[in-house]
Protein backbone atom coordinates (compact mmCIF):
# COMPACT_ATOMS: atom_id res chain seq x y z
CA UNK A 1 0.00 0.00 0.00
CA UNK A 2 1.14 3.53 -1.03
CA UNK A 3 1.30 5.80 1.58
CA UNK A 4 -1.14 8.28 -0.26
CA UNK A 5 -3.78 5.74 0.03
CA UNK A 6 -3.32 5.82 3.96
CA UNK A 7 -7.08 6.54 5.58
CA UNK A 8 -7.25 9.96 6.63
CA UNK A 9 -6.61 9.63 10.60
CA UNK A 10 -3.41 9.17 9.79
CA UNK A 11 -2.77 12.82 8.89
CA UNK A 12 -5.52 14.11 10.84
CA UNK A 13 -4.41 12.05 13.90
CA UNK A 14 -0.70 12.47 13.45
CA UNK A 15 -0.50 9.35 13.47
CA UNK A 16 3.07 7.98 14.33
CA UNK A 17 4.87 5.85 11.18
CA UNK A 18 6.87 3.27 10.86
CA UNK A 19 9.07 3.28 7.46
CA UNK A 20 10.78 0.18 6.78
CA UNK A 21 13.24 0.19 3.83
CA UNK A 22 15.06 -2.79 2.47
CA UNK A 23 17.49 -3.10 0.01
CA UNK A 24 15.58 -3.02 -3.27
CA UNK A 25 17.91 -6.30 -4.99
CA UNK A 26 17.29 -8.35 -2.11
CA UNK A 27 13.43 -7.70 -2.11
CA UNK A 28 13.36 -8.39 -6.18
CA UNK A 29 14.78 -11.63 -5.48
CA UNK A 30 12.23 -12.27 -2.57
CA UNK A 31 9.50 -11.30 -5.19
CA UNK A 32 11.22 -13.78 -7.66
CA UNK A 33 11.63 -16.41 -5.21
CA UNK A 34 8.06 -16.11 -4.49
CA UNK A 35 6.27 -15.53 -7.95
CA UNK A 36 8.54 -18.32 -10.06
CA UNK A 37 6.66 -21.14 -11.47
CA UNK A 38 3.47 -20.20 -8.94
CA UNK A 39 -0.08 -20.60 -9.85
CA UNK A 40 -1.17 -17.26 -9.24
CA UNK A 41 -0.59 -13.48 -10.92
CA UNK A 42 1.69 -11.12 -10.42
CA UNK A 43 0.01 -8.02 -10.25
CA UNK A 44 2.37 -4.76 -10.64
CA UNK A 45 2.35 -1.94 -8.41
CA UNK A 46 4.64 0.28 -10.68
CA UNK A 47 7.58 -1.12 -8.19
CA UNK A 48 9.23 -0.08 -5.07
CA UNK A 49 11.00 2.83 -6.66
CA UNK A 50 7.27 4.41 -7.16
CA UNK A 51 6.57 3.81 -3.80
CA UNK A 52 9.65 5.25 -1.65
CA UNK A 53 8.80 8.80 -4.29
CA UNK A 54 5.50 8.00 -2.90
CA UNK A 55 6.67 7.73 0.98
CA UNK A 56 8.78 10.61 0.41
CA UNK A 57 6.51 13.22 -1.36
CA UNK A 58 3.77 12.31 1.24
CA UNK A 59 6.01 12.68 4.19
CA UNK A 60 7.15 16.47 2.32
CA UNK A 61 3.13 17.18 2.11
CA UNK A 62 2.57 15.83 5.77
CA UNK A 63 5.70 17.16 7.93
CA UNK A 64 3.53 17.04 11.16
CA UNK A 65 3.37 12.88 10.96
CA UNK A 66 6.15 11.96 12.85
CA UNK A 67 8.30 8.88 10.97
CA UNK A 68 10.71 6.47 12.37
CA UNK A 69 12.61 5.28 9.27
CA UNK A 70 13.56 1.58 9.63
CA UNK A 71 16.53 -0.09 7.45
CA UNK A 72 16.02 -3.88 7.54
CA UNK A 73 19.84 -4.70 7.24
CA UNK A 74 20.93 -2.05 10.15
CA UNK A 75 17.99 -3.73 12.00
CA UNK A 76 19.43 -6.96 11.10
CA UNK A 77 22.84 -6.35 11.71
CA UNK A 78 21.70 -5.41 15.76
CA UNK A 79 18.46 -6.63 16.23
CA UNK A 80 17.98 -5.08 20.03
CA UNK A 81 19.53 -1.42 18.70
CA UNK A 82 16.45 -1.56 16.41
CA UNK A 83 13.60 -2.38 18.97
CA UNK A 84 15.61 0.12 21.52
CA UNK A 85 15.20 2.45 18.68
CA UNK A 86 11.37 1.60 17.85
CA UNK A 87 11.09 1.99 21.99
CA UNK A 88 12.18 5.80 21.96
CA UNK A 89 10.08 6.38 18.77
CA UNK A 90 6.75 5.19 20.32
CA UNK A 91 7.34 7.08 23.87
CA UNK A 92 7.64 3.91 25.71
CA UNK A 93 9.25 3.37 29.09
CA UNK A 94 12.53 1.74 27.46
CA UNK A 95 13.29 -2.04 29.00
CA UNK A 96 16.46 -2.73 27.61
CA UNK A 97 15.97 -6.93 29.06
CA UNK A 98 12.35 -6.94 27.15
CA UNK A 99 13.81 -5.59 24.10
CA UNK A 100 16.45 -8.12 24.18
CA UNK A 101 13.77 -10.61 24.13
CA UNK A 102 11.26 -8.87 21.24
CA UNK A 103 14.45 -8.45 19.00
CA UNK A 104 14.71 -12.63 20.04
CA UNK A 105 11.26 -13.29 19.96
CA UNK A 106 11.23 -11.28 16.24
CA UNK A 107 14.17 -12.83 14.24
CA UNK A 108 13.36 -14.38 11.19
CA UNK A 109 14.75 -17.28 12.51
CA UNK A 110 12.44 -17.72 15.47
CA UNK A 111 9.20 -16.38 13.52
CA UNK A 112 9.51 -18.81 11.23
CA UNK A 113 9.31 -21.90 13.60
CA UNK A 114 7.02 -19.84 15.65
CA UNK A 115 4.57 -19.60 12.51
CA UNK A 116 4.66 -22.89 11.34
CA UNK A 117 1.51 -23.97 12.63
CA UNK A 118 -0.25 -20.83 10.86
CA UNK A 119 2.02 -21.41 7.28
CA UNK A 120 1.25 -20.93 4.16
CA UNK A 121 2.91 -23.68 2.23
CA UNK A 122 3.58 -24.30 -1.45
CA UNK A 123 5.09 -27.67 -2.28
CA UNK A 124 5.83 -28.08 0.72
CA UNK A 125 7.91 -24.96 1.44
CA UNK A 126 6.60 -21.62 3.60
CA UNK A 127 5.22 -19.13 1.16
CA UNK A 128 6.17 -16.16 3.22
CA UNK A 129 9.32 -16.77 5.29
CA UNK A 130 12.07 -17.96 2.77
CA UNK A 131 15.24 -16.42 3.92
CA UNK A 132 15.66 -12.97 5.52
CA UNK A 133 19.34 -12.60 4.82
CA UNK A 134 20.89 -9.48 3.60
CA UNK A 135 22.55 -9.79 0.25
CA UNK A 136 21.28 -12.90 -0.94
CA UNK A 137 20.99 -10.77 -4.07
CA UNK A 138 24.75 -11.50 -4.53
CA UNK A 139 23.91 -15.55 -5.64
CA UNK A 140 21.42 -13.78 -8.16
CA UNK A 141 22.47 -11.42 -9.80
CA UNK A 142 25.35 -11.24 -12.61
CA UNK A 143 27.01 -8.37 -13.22
CA UNK A 144 24.89 -7.49 -16.48
CA UNK A 145 21.93 -7.58 -14.19
CA UNK A 146 23.64 -5.71 -11.52
CA UNK A 147 24.24 -2.79 -14.07
CA UNK A 148 21.14 -2.83 -15.42
CA UNK A 149 19.47 -2.96 -11.87
CA UNK A 150 21.62 0.49 -11.19
CA UNK A 151 21.19 2.02 -14.15
CA UNK A 152 17.25 2.17 -13.62
CA UNK A 153 17.89 3.00 -10.15
CA UNK A 154 20.17 6.27 -10.72
CA UNK A 155 17.02 7.26 -13.19
CA UNK A 156 14.23 6.62 -11.01
CA UNK A 157 15.96 7.93 -7.26
CA UNK A 158 17.92 10.30 -8.52
CA UNK A 159 17.47 13.97 -6.14
CA UNK A 160 15.39 11.35 -3.72
CA UNK A 161 15.79 11.74 0.34
CA UNK A 162 16.30 7.60 0.07
CA UNK A 163 19.30 8.10 -2.75
CA UNK A 164 21.86 7.49 -0.53
CA UNK A 165 20.69 4.56 1.10
CA UNK A 166 20.96 2.01 -1.30
CA UNK A 167 23.26 3.71 -3.84
CA UNK A 168 25.91 2.01 -5.97
CA UNK A 169 28.35 3.66 -3.38
CA UNK A 170 27.04 1.08 -1.01
CA UNK A 171 27.21 -2.05 -2.34
Known amino acids: ?60 HHPEIPVHFQNYEEAIK ?8 LSDF ?21 MKIDKEPFAIKLDGEHFLYRKGVVGDWKNWFNDQMLEDYYRVYEEKMAGSRFYDTYARSKQ
Open 1 to 60: MKLSDSPDDVTALKCKVIYTMRDPKDVAVSLYKLYYNRPFILVDCNGIFEHWRDAEKYFT
Open 78 to 85: DPVCAVQA
Open 90 to 110: LGLHRNDDLCRAIAEKCSFSR
